[in-house]
C-alpha cells in the first residue's frame, strides 16, 4: 500500500531534550515536506527536500533540523525543543511536476507533538 | 510573494444546501492550485487540483473547483451538502522556478453541516 509513515504519533517530551519524529514514504518520490498545523495558522512549511542529500527552509525552519540520505526517508529533529514547537506535525512527500512545481502530495497520520 | 486566502474560516450549512468555499492567491499565475481536506484527526488528503488544463476541475465526493484568472480566485463547491462533508478544508498553491518546492496554505475553512 502507498503510503507515508510517521513515528512516533503521540509525544510528550520535556523543554530541551532532543527528539526525533521519523518519516518514510514508499513512492520513491523526490519531494518531501515537513509542515506544522496551529489553530487558525493552517499549515506551516517548516522544511523541504527536492531530492537526496537537497533540503530548504521552509517559512518556519527556527529550532528544527532535516536530513535525507536516502529517498524514502525525512526525519525532522528537534535539537533542544521548547514549549512553542508544541504542534501537530505532517510530513508529505510528492513527484515533482512543471519547472519543479510540487504536485499532489501525500500526507501521513500526523505526529501531535508536546512540550512541557 | 505567493500568498493564499481563504475567506471565512467557519461556514456552515443546512444539510442539501449549496457548498461554497473561497480560495484567492496572489497575481502570479500559478502552475498548480489544490483543495485538501481534513477530517478530525486525520491527515490531509487531495480532493482536487488544478493543473493548466481545464478551468473547472472535478474531484472526489462531488466537489469542484473552478479557476479564474482575471479574479485570481479558485473556489470550491458542491451543489448539496452531507452530513460527512464536515470537514477542515485547506487551499494551497504550488509555483515553480523562483519559487521551487514551496507550497502555500491557506489558513483553513471549517465547514460545519447541520441537519
Known amino acids: 500500500e502507498a503510503q507515508v509513515t510517521q513515528n512516533p504519533r503521540y509525544l510528550i517530551t520535556v523543554t530541551g531534550k532532543k527528539l526525533t519524529v521519523t518519516c518514510s514514504q514508499n513512492?520513491?518520490?523526490?519531494?518531501m515536506s515537513w509542515y506544522r498545523q496551529d489553530p487558525g495558522l493552517g499549515l506551516r512549511q517548516i522544511y523541504y527536500?527536492?531530492?537526496?542529500?537537497?533540503?530548504d527552509k521552509g517559512d518556519v525552519p527556527e529550532g528544527y533540523k532535516v536530513s535525507r540520505k536516502e529517498k524514502r526517508n525525512f526525519p525532522l529533529i528537534l535539537e533542544s525543543p521548547s514549549p512553542n514547537q508544541t504542534s501537530l506535525y505532517f510530513c508529505?512527500?510528492?513527484?515533482?511536476?512543471?519547472?519543479?512545481?510540487?504536485?499532489?502530495?501525500?500526507f501521513g497520520p500526523g505526529t501531535r507533538l508536546t512540550v512541557l | 510573494a505567493q500568498s493564499v486566502t481563504q475567506l471565512g474560516s467557519h461556514v456552515s450549512v443546512s444539510e442539501g444546501a449549496l457548498v461554497l468555499l473561497r480560495c484567492n492567491y496572489s497575481s502570479s499565475v500559478p502552475p498548480y492550485l489544490f483543495w485538501y481536506v481534513q477530517y478530525p484527526n486525520q491527515g490531509l488528503q487531495l480532493l482536487l487540483k488544478?493543473?493548466?488544463?481545464?478551468?473547472l476541475v472535478k474531484g472526489i465526493n462531488g466537489f469542484e473547483a473552478e479557476f479564474k484568472k482575471s479574479e485570481t480566485s479558485f473556489h470550491l463547491t458542491k451543489p448539496s451538502a452531507h452530513m460527512s462533508d464536515a470537514a477542515e478544508y485547506f487551499c494551497a498553491v504550488s509555483r515553480g522556478s523562483s519559487n521551487t518546492g514551496k507550497l502555500i496554505f491557506g489558513q483553513g475553512t471549517t465547514l460545519q453541516v447541520k441537519p
Open positions: 527536500s527536492m531530492n537526496v542529500e537537497v533540503t
Open positions: 513512492m520513491n518520490h523526490e519531494y
Open positions: 508529505a512527500s510528492s513527484l515533482l511536476g512543471l519547472a519543479g512545481a510540487i504536485n499532489e502530495q501525500f
Open positions: 488544478y493543473t493548466s488544463a481545464a478551468t
